[in-house]
């Protein structure tokens, strides 16, 4: 059989052509478009930082050591997801539950560290408009970027509390936990950039 008569038949049907669920295609499409505007920020951050000059030292703003558990614990909740997505495809009900659900909780504890590192940061002066420790950008940079970011972990602890509350109500599905995964894995590698080019460099 020709090429092109397998790919008729292959779309006679409905069948994707990459052989995944529209569901997937879709999760990764977003994920694709969601990365170059995280790629924008950050790319448009590094500019800014180049032509500003005088640029505050980061050890001198936030406490590393704070930051690096923050990432530990993201970290960690990207360990717990992909246990559940394993445990999905292997059908073993509670095991997904239970790590959704510590995925869940690393999500919350995320999200609280994320808060009091704002607190902090205000507390301490910075805003929109100013900024004690040198150009107002760097405040302004620092709520963009990890606001935008917090925003997609919320997002994603909010898909991961429907996915484990579907789970509990028996409307388990393997491709469900999968594709949340997929948002999850994103979202964590984000921070690992975000951690790398704007806390560390």
Not at 111 to 120: P, R
Not at 136 to 162: A, D, M, N, R, Y
Request: glycine share 12%.
């Amino acid at each position: 059989m020709s090429q092109t008569a397998i790919a008729q038949a292959d779309w006679g049907g409905g069948a994707s052509p990459f052989g995944v669920t529209w569901q997937k295609m879709m999760m990764w499409f977003f994920i694709v478009t969601d990365a170059l505007l995280f790629a924008g920020l950050l790319v448009s951050y590094g500019v800014i930082r180049i032509t500003a000059g005088a640029w505050p030292a980061q050890g001198e703003v936030f406490s590393l050591t704070y930051i690096a558990a923050m990432t530990f614990v993201l970290i960690s909740s990207s360990a717990t997801m992909a246990c559940a997505v394993a445990a999905a495809e292997r059908g073993e009900r509670k095991m997904v539950t239970l790590c959704l659900w510590l995925t869940i909780l690393g999500g919350f504890g995320f999200l609280g560290m994320q808060a009091y590192e704002w607190s902090v940061f205000i507390h301490e002066g910075g805003g929109l408009a100013a900024n004690p420790w040198g150009p107002p950008t760097f405040s302004q940079f620092f709520f963009i970027i990890t606001g935008f970011h917090g925003f997609h972990v919320l997002t994603g602890v909010t898909v991961l509390l429907v996915v484990a509350i579907r789970q509990l109500m028996g409307r388990y599905s393997a491709a469900g936990v999968e594709n949340a995964g997929l948002y999850w894995h994103f979202v964590d590698l984000v921070w690992v950039f975000v951690f790398a080019l704007f806390y560390l460099i």
